[in-house]
């Protein structure tokens, strides 16, 4: 999900439809079996939230953000949840939040930075469609989130230590990315010419 931090290029920017986590009336798998979900993945700040809303404006789909499924069933925020329920408590809520999107009619799913960790969740999303992760460099990352308090993974590293967490956690994250249908780097680019990106990679196959 875009944190308050990740604003550069226009990410973060209010636009298109509502935002992640509404529902539209009826929301299952339509009548349309060959249409899939777009499933956009990849780490932190990699823009999947704003480049979802601007992929599904521009597709005429419902958006959904799984990060903000699982702040509105808890009533609280994913650091909030992290601090009460640690990782494995948010896991169970995300790998539940990852099954209400795909089961509903085709939309463009914004998934969180470690969702395609879960087994369980990986292979539920493999079966909804293409998967297309979204990469950045890491120094590219870190100017995006700013201020890292809304970020569990970051927040309590100093300074000096981000860069090297993310590093790491790219690198950790690697193989499990790799498995995703499709890839675009976003470095330098706004939401819009990622959108751009994203369908052409989708609609190419």
């Known amino acids: ?3 308050a931090g990740e604003l550069s290029h226009g990410y973060g920017s209010p636009a298109g439809p509502p935002p992640g986590g509404s529902l539209p009336r009826g929301a299952r798998r339509g009548d349309e079996p060959h249409v899939q979900h777009i499933i956009l993945a990849g780490f932190m700040a990699t823009g999947k939230s704003e480049v ?3 992929l599904a404006h521009a597709m005429g789909r419902a958006f959904v953000d799984t990060d903000a499924l699982v702040e509105a069933d808890a009533g609280r925020t994913v650091a909030e949840i992290f601090a009460a329920e640690g990782e494995p408590g948010f896991r169970a809520r995300e790998r539940a939040a990852v099954v209400r999107a795909c089961a509903m009619s085709p939309a463009i799913i914004a998934i969180g930075g470690g969702a395609l960790l879960d087994p369980e969740s990986r292979q539920v999303l493999a079966a909804a469609g ?12 870190l100017r995006r989130v700013g201020d890292a308090a809304s970020r569990p993974l970051l927040a309590d590293a100093g300074e000096d230590e981000r860069l090297a967490r993310v590093r790491a956690l790219l690198a950790e994250r690697a193989p499990v990315y790799a498995l995703a249908t499709h890839a675009v780097d976003t470095t330098g680019l706004d939401p819009d010419a990622v959108a751009a990106r994203v369908r052409a990679v989708v609609e190419a196959g």
């Not at 293409?130 to 990352?141: R, S």
């Open 1 to 3: 999900m875009a944190g």
């Open 52 to 54: 979802g809303r601007r």
């Open 130 to 141: 293409p998967i297309v992760c979204l990469q950045a460099t890491p120094e590219e990352i």
